[in-house]
């Protein structure tokens, strides 16, 4: 915790929207949206003073009626909105689509967090790689078990037999702020250092819970936060909401990657009141 008091600032009195960074969100395609609706949603919460969906799905609907705030738009006039951090993958696809918007994303000179069908697409192109390790911005990795043996070339379960090892590998391969999710999640940087985050519970084994948490980190991101401290906060937090969900009842079963936000929202909040 020592590490992010330093950016747990109360927001100041003459804030403006503007002041607190621009999130995007580049992903959900056909049949997927639901997973770059809850990573926007997450952003929004967390502090972004505005927060930008490309969706990939020529079908998506207009607005997020449960969150109205949130600006919907195409993926072309995501990439041209006024951004101070992305995230790419929440539910993108591996179409040549996807691909060539993760290409112009990577291109872009800001924060950029890579997850879910992002990394596939990373793990499948050797092209894709070199783009990535030659930006100047921050990357940030985000993989689950499966998605990080196929960045690695090997099985899930070589991954799991030394998680510490598999997340500085992938930090120090592809020059990025890797976690490696799952229980006890590990943040790698690429300069070797290594941690192992404590919070959270089995509730989080749950379809969106990953979205989440990129939203969580895209958000910070957007508001200046560096690349480390934004992951190592982000991924904390997630836990803790989730453990407080729990402690009030809401799970481990049957609890809801959206129902974390709001509690992660509150944490947030009195982190920065407590001054950590
Ligand atoms: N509401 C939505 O639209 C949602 C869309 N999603 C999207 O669905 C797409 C596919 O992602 P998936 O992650 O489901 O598919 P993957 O095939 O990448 O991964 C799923 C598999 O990974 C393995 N795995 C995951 N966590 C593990 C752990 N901690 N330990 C061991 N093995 C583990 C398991 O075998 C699991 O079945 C992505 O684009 C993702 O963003 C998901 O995020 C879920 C919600
Ligand atoms: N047993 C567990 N204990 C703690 N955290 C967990 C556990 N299972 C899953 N998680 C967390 O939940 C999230 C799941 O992310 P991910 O696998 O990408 O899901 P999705 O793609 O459905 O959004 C990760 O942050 C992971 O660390």
């Given at each position: 915790m020592d590490?992010?008091?330093?950016?747990?600032?109360?927001?100041?009195?003459?804030?403006?929207?503007?002041?607190?960074?621009?999130?995007?969100?580049l992903g959900g395609a056909a049949s997927m949206v639901g997973a770059a609706f809850l990573a926007g949603r997450a952003a929004l919460r967390l502090g972004s003073g505005r927060v930008y969906l490309g969706l990939l799905d020529g079908q998506a609907p207009a607005i997020d009626?449960?969150?109205?705030?949130?600006?919907?738009?195409?993926p072309e006039s995501l990439l041209a909105a006024p951004l101070t951090a992305l995230a790419c993958g929440p539910g993108m696809g591996s179409g040549d689509d996807a691909r060539e918007w993760l290409?112009?994303?990577?291109?872009?000179?800001?924060?950029?967090?890579?997850?879910?069908?992002?990394?596939?697409?990373?793990a499948g192109e050797s092209?894709?790689?070199q783009e990535v390790l030659a930006?100047?911005?921050?990357?940030?990795?985000s993989p689950h078990p499966s998605e990080a043996a196929r960045l690695l070339d090997c099985s899930t379960a070589?991954?799991?037999?030394?998680?510490?090892?598999?997340?500085?590998?992938?930090?120090?391969?592809?020059?990025?702020?890797?976690?490696?999710?799952?229980c006890g999640s590990i943040v790698a940087a690429p300069g070797g250092e290594w941690f192992v985050n404590t919070s959270g519970n089995p509730g989080l084994a749950t379809a969106g819970t990953g979205d989440v948490l990129s939203g969580f980190i895209v958000a910070l991101l957007a508001q200046g936060w560096p690349a480390l401290e934004a992951m190592l906060a982000?991924?904390?937090?997630?836990?803790?909401?989730?453990?407080?969900?729990?402690?009030?009842?809401?799970?481990?079963?049957?609890?809801?990657?959206?129902e974390i936000i709001d509690s992660a929202r509150a944490?947030?909040?009195?982190?920065?009141?407590r001054g950590r």
């Open positions: 590490l992010l008091l330093d950016h747990l600032r109360p927001r100041a009195r003459n804030s403006h929207k503007g002041s607190n960074g621009g999130a995007g969100i009626p449960l969150q109205p705030e949130l600006m919907l738009r195409q290409r112009r994303a990577c291109s872009l000179p800001l924060p950029l967090l890579l997850d879910a069908d992002a990394l596939n697409l990373l092209g894709l790689r930006r100047a911005a921050p990357t940030l990795l070589c991954v799991q037999d030394d998680r510490p090892r598999a997340a500085r590998e992938l930090a120090a391969r592809y020059g990025a702020v890797t976690v490696l999710k799952g982000a991924v904390h937090l997630h836990g803790v909401a989730a453990d407080e969900r729990v402690a009030a009842g809401s799970g481990p079963i049957g609890l809801t990657a959206g944490a947030f909040n009195r982190w920065v009141a």
